[in-house]
């Protein structure tokens, strides 16, 4: 699996932005996808989880509310869109898929300024 994100950047706090990472795989593999961030100094956290079918949705309680995770499988693509930017947002959001093992984008930087 080939996972490459884009839509990152600089930002204001209470703006918006939309992340999308695009899926790449032979056909017939289903499984969860997701966003995960990791902000200087600190571990890799989730931030949203998706099913295959999208009837399972996590979003981390930091984010819940503001952010929204979606895919489009025909598309082979996952979507983060993010609401209401904070400066606690600042990270590196990285694209992941669940599979075994696991696959990991190479990131897109997103910074708030407030």
């Known amino acids: 699996v080939q996972l490459v994100e884009s839509g990152g950047g600089s930002e204001q706090a209470g703006d918006s932005l939309r992340l999308s990472c695009a899926v790449s795989?032979?056909?017939?593999?289903?499984?969860?996808l997701g966003w995960y961030r990791q902000a200087p100094g600190k571990e890799r956290e989730v931030v949203a989880i998706i099913s295959w079918t999208g009837d399972r949705i996590i979003h981390a309680g930091s984010v819940k509310g503001r952010f929204t995770v979606s895919r489009d499988n025909t598309k082979k693509t996952v979507t983060l869109q993010v609401n209401r930017l904070e400066a606690g947002d600042t990270a590196m959001y990285y694209c992941c898929a669940d599979t075994r093992p696991g696959a990991w984008g190479q990131g897109v930087q997103v910074t708030v300024s407030s």
């Open positions: 795989d032979r056909p017939g593999r289903v499984y969860d």
